[in-house]
């Protein structure tokens, strides 16, 4: 089985709304509760309940909107099946994201320019084995994709209104090594499509 295909089958499983509902409640909401004090516990709105990890040192865009963590869940009080209800949402969303992600480099690995095309942002230039982007400074960066992807997702974070989020991998090279990836996915339309990647 090739690493591409041992990525896609790590994917697809425990995705389903049962594994979610169940991880959810049975491992996170506990964790959230004592954190918040208790399910009725308001919390002040958008405020954090504690410290939220700064990003590495080595991040690429310092000045993004989003600071990386493991999701926004729990920031916000509420009661506990409103709580539960934006952290399902918030789990899809993340899900929805990370398989864009994943589309896109299997993508490239294909060489499918077409179905890579229709994955990125509007301004983002397809190639054969990398895409060309400008970043916030007006710099036009390159992406040069991997022969074989074995992306781990490590953390994510969605901007207050969900229009932009910033997903932080792990991925394994074919001979070992390890690269950290940063990739920002944004709003177009009535979806997502990736706008940078950053290594």
Known sequence: MSALEASRNRRRRGRSAVFAT???????????MSGLGGCGTSGQEGKSAGP??????????????????SGNGGEQ??????????????????????????????????????????????GVEVSQGK???????????????????????????FSPDQSRAELNYENRRSEGRFAEIYVTVVRVGDGYRVSEILQ
């Open 131 to 157: 895409i060309a982007f400008q970043d916030v400074q007006g710099r036009k960066l390159e992406y040069t994709f991997p022969k074989e992807e074995c992306l781990r997702l490590r953390g994510y974070t």
């Open 77 to 122: 009080g509420g009661s506990c099946p409103q709580i539960l209800e934006r952290m399902m949402k918030e789990y899809e969303l993340r899900n929805e994201v990370d398989d864009l992600v994943h589309r896109l480099f299997e993508a490239m690995a294909r060489g499918d320019l077409g179905t890579a095309r229709t994955l990125v942002a509007p």
């Open 22 to 32: 169940l991880f959810l409640t049975g491992i996170l909401l506990p964790g959230l």
């Open 52 to 69: 939220s990890p700064s990003t590495s040192a080595k991040s690429p865009a310092p000045n993004a909107q989003p600071t990386p963590r």
